[in-house]
């Protein structure tokens, strides 16, 4: 059974897993917009998605460019989970692996590190 919760409190979720990135990381984390979007058109099931150019890929050419954006899907998230834990848990995976992919780790490697 889908879990029950307000926009603000799955935002506050979304809050909370960015503020357990290390600061470090955090502050390498470069023209990134994160957003919370009810769940992505073309693939209603993925739970997040990095729409950008990756940090190792970025040239000279990027300069000026818009920033890149990371969705993080509440629906599926929420449709996937029997209890709130379970939502802190999967925010807080689907928010670093969609920082993963900003940094360049693609899928494969995410899912060697546990991140899947």
């Given at each position: 059974?889908?879990?029950?919760?307000?926009?603000?409190?799955?935002?506050?979720?979304?809050?909370?897993?960015?503020?357990?990135?290390?600061?470090?990381l955090?502050?390498?984390?470069?023209?990134?917009?994160?957003?919370?979007?009810?769940?992505n058109?073309?693939?209603?099931?993925?739970?997040?998605?990095?729409?950008?150019?990756?940090?190792?890929?970025?040239?000279s050419?990027?300069?000026?460019s818009?920033?890149?954006?990371?969705?993080?899907?509440?629906?599926?998230?929420?449709?996937?989970?029997?209890?709130?834990?379970e939502?802190?848990?999967?925010?807080?995976?689907?928010?670093?692996?969609?920082?993963?992919?900003?940094?360049?780790?693609?899928?494969?490697?995410?899912?060697?590190?546990?991140?899947?």
């Amino acid at each position: 059974m889908p879990v029950v919760m307000s926009d603000e409190r799955f935002e506050e979720l979304v809050a909370d897993a960015l503020d357990a990135v290390p600061e470090k990381l955090a502050r390498a984390i470069d023209n990134v917009v994160i957003r919370v979007e009810p769940h992505n058109e073309d693939e209603p099931e993925i739970l997040g998605l990095y729409h950008g150019v990756a940090l190792p890929d970025r040239d000279s050419f990027y300069a000026g460019s818009l920033p890149d954006m990371i969705s993080i899907y509440r629906d599926p998230l929420l449709n996937m989970c029997d209890s709130e834990d379970e939502v802190i848990h999967e925010v807080a995976v689907t928010v670093i692996h969609e920082i993963a992919h900003h940094f360049g780790i693609d899928d494969a490697r995410l899912h060697e590190l546990g991140w899947g």
